[in-house]
C-alpha cells in the first residue's frame, strides 16, 4: 500500500511511510511538516496531507474489500477468478461493480422471473439456442402465461447479467465520461423570466471539460426549479459494445439476446450511467471547490493586519444608527455608543460629528473600521469630509469586510466575552479587531460564515469542515500563537491541542496570571507530554525568562541551542538576535541522528529573528469619494479595490460599492493565467479598469490587465467575458449527434 502511494505522489517510499507511521503516533500535520523535516525528506504541508488522504482511502478499500469478500463467501459463489479480481480492485467503483452480481438486492423483475423457473430459458437466449421446444414445455405446467411473456420474462434475467458485467460496465463509464455531453434548458414557466441561471437557459457542453462553478451553478438552477438538467450519451456507440461483446453473429437465433441487451442499456445501464455522471461530477465539483474554499480562507486569515494600535470600529446603519466602540492596541473594549451620521436630521449628523472628533482626540485611534454592508459608502464619506474638515490626519477611515460578525456577535464566546452589550455593540468590536488581527478575531467564527467561496452550501459538508478546519489550523501555527493572550478560540487550532485543553490553558492562565515558560504547560489539568509534543512549538511567550520560549525553536532542541551558545562563549540570551555571531555557526558541527541540516537551518532562522510574525502590514485600497453606489460606476473607470473571494473562473473585488466585481480569469493580467492564484489572493489591493456594468443584474465586469478593451455601461459583456457569460459551446459530434437531437427535441415538446 505505501509504495503503491509512494508511485502515485511520485514521492520516495521512506516518505509515505514516515508520514503514516507519524500520523499514527499523534502526529498532526502542521507539527510533522514543521518539525520532522529529516524524517519526512522535507514534505510540506499539501504533500502530507496528499499521504494521509490516498492512505485513508486505501485502508478504507481494503476493509470494503474483507466485507465484500465474506458476503460473497458466505453465498458460496467465490471462485478463484473473482477473488483474485477482488484483491486487483484499484477503486472503489471497480469493486462495486464486481461486487454487484452477488450483492443482495430488493425484488427485481429478474428476482420475479427466476422465482418462475425461466433462469434456464435466460441462460438457452444468452447462448443463442432455439428457445421453441423449452418454452413449449413450460406452457404445458404453466398454460396462464404466453410464450411472449415468458420470453419478455426470460430477457429481464438476461437484461440484468448484461448490466452486471463489471468489464463491459468500467467500458460504458469511460465512455460516458469521454463522450457525454450535459446540457440544461430552462423550464417553460422561466422561459421569459431573468433570473441569475439565465445563461444556463439553453446550454450545453461536454463532461469531461465542464468545470466545477458551471455544474453547481446548473445544479441549484435544477434545485431551485428554474433548470432541466440532463445528460446525452453516446447510446448507438454503447449498444454496438454491448453486442459485440454479448453476441456471436455466426450462431444466430440473436433476437432474443439482441432485445434483452437494448432493454438492459435503456431500462438499467443508461439511467445507471446518469446517476454515475452526477455523483462523479458532484464530487469532483466538490473536491475542486473545496481546495479553492480552503485556500481563500487561508489567504483571508493571513491577511495583513493592522497591528497592535487603538481603533474606533462602526457597525454602519440608517435607521437605528451605527453603532460605534473603540479598542485599545490588545483589543480591550475601551469605550462605545450610537451615532446617526446619514441621518435627515442635522442635529443628530452635528452630533454624530461630535461624537467622534471627541473619540477621536480622546483614544487616537489610527483607523476607523467601518463594516461594508448597509450604509458604509455613505457613513465613510461622512468621516473623510469630517475628518478633512476638522484637520485630523492621523486617523483615517477604511472599510472592512464584516462576514460573519454578525454570526459572532450572537455566539455563546461572544456573549462570554461582552455579556452586557448588545449584539450590535459586539458586531463592532468584531470588526475593529479583524482588522487588528484578521487571524485571531476570525477564528472564533464558523468557517462557512466566512463567506469564502460561491457554492460552499452546495457542497459536501463533511469535507467542507474537514478542509476548512485544517486550513484555519494551518494559518494558526504558521504564524504561531501568544500563550498569555491567545483566546480559547485561537488555541484550539494550535496543533496538538482542543477546545478542552485550550480552555483549560485560559483557566490556568487567569488563576495565575500568566505562563512564565512553556514548561509550565505540563501544569495545566489534563494537558501531557504529547500534547506538550505536538504544541509548544507553536506557542509563543514574549519576554520570558527564556528568550527561546518566544520563538518557533521546538523545546525538545533547547539543549541543541544551549550547546551552540556554549561554544561560542556566550549564554542564549547573548545568542538571541545576534546575527553576527550566529553566521559563525557551522551546521555540520551540531547533526545527530535525530536533527539534520533542515532542523539546523530553521533553528538558525529562529535564533536570528525569534516568533517572526510572517503577515504583512495592511495597505488600504483608495476609494473614490463620488463612487459609492453601482450607478456611480463608468466603463474605462480606473479605481482600487480588496479582492474578497477567489474562483477558478475569476476573482471577486470590493470597490466600494456595496456589490463586488468579477475580473474574469481573461482579464487578470496581460500574459496568459491558468489558475487565478498565480496572480493574485484573497485580501490583497489591485488595481482595475471597469469594463462594463449591468445594473440591473447588478453585475460589474472588471480587468486587470494594462490597457483593458471597454464597453459602455449597460452594453453587452466584452469578448473577455463570454467565457464566463456562456462557457464553452460545443457541436455535438460523432454517432451520437442524431441521440442528442433526439433528446433536446423530448425536451421541446414537453
Known amino acids: 500500500m505505501l509504495e503503491q502511494i509512494a508511485k502515485e505522489l511520485q514521492l520516495k517510499p521512506f516518505q509515505v511511510e514516515a508520514v503514516v507511521s507519524l500520523i499514527e503516533e499523534g502526529g498532526t500535520i502542521p507539527f510533522i ?422 457554492y460552499q452550501h452546495d457542497v459536501n459538508q463533511r469535507k467542507l469542515k474537514r478542509n476548512l478546519d485544517e486550513a484555519v489550523e494551518s494559518a494558526v501555527n504558521f504564524v504561531g500563537v501568544n500563550l498569555n493572550t491567545a483566546s480559547y478560540s485561537l488555541l484550539a487550532y494550535v496543533s496538538g491541542l482542543n477546545e478542552s485543553l485550550a480552555k483549560g490553558i485560559v483557566h490556568y492562565r487567569d488563576q495565575h496570571g500568566g505562563f512564565q515558560s512553556r514548561k509550565e504547560l505540563l501544569q495545566v489539568a489534563r494537558f501531557g507530554p504529547k500534547a506538550f509534543e505536538q504544541s509548544a512549538g507553536f506557542l509563543r511567550i514574549l519576554k520570558g525568562a527564556n528568550p527561546l520560549d518566544g520563538s518557533a525553536v521546538h523545546p525538545e532542541n533547547y539543549a541543541l541551542v544551549e550547546t551552540m551558545a556554549k561554544d561560542l562563549g556566550l549564554g542564549v540570551k547573548e545568542l538571541v538576535l545576534n546575527e553576527k555571531e550566529i553566521q559563525k555557526i557551522k551546521k555540520e558541527n551540531y547533526y545527530s541522528e535525530q536533527v539534520g541540516s533542515l532542523t539546523i537551518q530553521d533553528i538558525l532562522r529562529e535564533l536570528a529573528r525569534p516568533g517572526r510574525d510572517p503577515r504583512s502590514s495592511f495597505k488600504a485600497p483608495k476609494l473614490l469619494d463620488e463612487v459609492t453606489e453601482i450607478t456611480d460606476l463608468q466603463a474605462g473607470m480606473k479605481l482600487e479595490g480588496r479582492v474578497t473571494n477567489m474562483t477558478k473562473f475569476g476573482v471577486f473585488v470590493d470597490i466600494g460599492v456595496h456589490q463586488d466585481g468579477l475580473i474574469h480569469i481573461s482579464e487578470l493580467a496581460d500574459q496568459f493565467v491558468g489558475d487565478p492564484t498565480e496572480v493574485c489572493q484573497v485580501g490583497q489591493v489591485i488595481s482595475v479598469t471597469v469594463l462594463a456594468v449591468e445594473v440591473e443584474r447588478k453585475r460589474i465586469s472588471l480587468s486587470a490587465r494594462k490597457n483593458p478593451a471597454t464597453l459602455a455601461v449597460g452594453g453587452k459583456q466584452p469578448q473577455g467575458q463570454a467565457a464566463l457569460s456562456k462557457g464553452p459551446q460545443p457541436v455535438a459530434t460523432g454517432n451520437f449527434q442524431r441521440d442528442l437531437k433526439t433528446l433536446q427535441e423530448k425536451f421541446r415538446l414537453r
Open 33 to 454: 511538516a514543521r518539525y520532522r523535516k529529516e524524517r519526512t525528506g522535507n514534505l510540506d504541508e499539501v504533500q502530507i496531507r496528499d499521504v494521509r488522504d490516498r492512505y485513508e482511502y486505501l485502508v478504507e478499500l481494503g476493509e470494503r474489500k474483507e466485507a465484500v469478500l465474506a458476503s460473497i463467501t458466505e453465498q458460496g459463489k467465490l471462485t478463484p477468478e473473482l477473488q483474485k479480481a477482488l484483491a486487483q480492485a484499484e477503486t472503489k467503483q471497480s469493486l462495486e461493480d464486481l461486487y454487484l452480481p452477488y450483492k443482495p438486492k430488493r425484488r427485481t423483475r429478474a428476482t420475479l422471473a427466476r422465482e418462475l423457473g425461466l433462469e434456464p430459458l435466460a441462460k438457452l437466449i444468452v447462448e443463442q439456442k432455439p428457445t421453441t421446444q423449452w418454452v413449449e414445455g413450460f406452457q404445458r405446467e404453466h398454460p396462464e402465461l404466453s410464450a411472449g411473456e415468458l420470453l419478455s420474462k426470460a430477457r429481464d434475467i438476461v437484461a440484468e447479467w448484461v448490466s452486471e458485467l463489471a468489464e463491459t460496465r468500467e467500458r460504458l463509464r469511460k465512455m460516458a465520461w469521454g463522450e457525454g455531453v450535459i446540457f440544461s434548458q430552462v423550464k417553460k414557466d422561466y422561459a421569459e423570466v431573468k433570473t441569475k441561471f439565465e445563461q444556463y437557459y439553453e446550454y450545453q457542453e461536454p463532461v469531461r471539460t465542464i468545470p466545477a462553478h458551471r455544474f453547481l451553478a446548473i445544479r441549484r438552477g435544477e434545485e431551485e426549479a428554474i433548470l432541466r438538467l440532463k445528460f446525452a450519451l453516446p447510446s448507438e456507440a454503447m449498444l454496438e459494445l454491448l453486442k459485440s461483446h454479448w453476441v456471436d453473429s455466426a450462431l444466430g437465433h440473436a433476437e432474443q439476446l439482441e432485445s434483452a441487451i437494448e432493454g438492459a442499456y435503456s431500462r438499467l445501464l443508461e439511467p445507471a450511467l446518469e446517476v454515475e455522471l452526477r455523483l462523479e461530477l458532484k464530487t469532483r465539483a466538490d473536491d475542486e471547490s473545496i481546495v479553492v474554499f480552503g485556500q481563500n480562507l487561508k489567504d483571508l486569515l493571513l491577511a495583513p493586519l493592522g497591528g497592535q494600535v487603538p481603533l474606533l470600529g462602526l457597525d454602519p446603519g440608517f435607521r437605528t444608527g451605527s453603532k460605534w466602540v473603540v479598542i485599545d492596541p490588545t483589543g480591550k473594549l475601551l469605550d462605545y455608543g450610537t451615532i446617526f451620521p446619514v441621518a435627515s436630521s442635522t442635529q443628530k449628523a452635528a452630533e454624530a460629528k461630535k461624537t467622534i472628533l471627541a473619540q477621536a482626540q480622546k483614544h487616537r485611534p489610527a483607523y476607523i473600521c467601518l463594516g461594508n454592508g448597509t450604509a458604509s459608502r455613505e457613513v465613510f464619506s461622512f468621516l473623510r469630509a469630517l475628518l478633512k474638515e476638522a484637520g485630523v490626519t492621523a486617523c483615517q477611515p477604511i472599510i472592512v469586510s464584516e462576514s460573519g460578525a454578525s454570526v459572532y456577535s450572537a455566539s455563546d464566546l461572544a456573549r462570554e466575552e461582552f455579556p452586557e452589550l448588545d449584539v450590535s455593540y459586539r458586531g463592532a468590536i468584531s470588526i475593529a479587531r479583524r482588522f487588528q488581527d484578521p487571524l485571531a478575531e476570525l477564528v472564533k467564527i464558523d468557517p462557512k460564515s466566512i463567506g469564502v467561496g460561491q
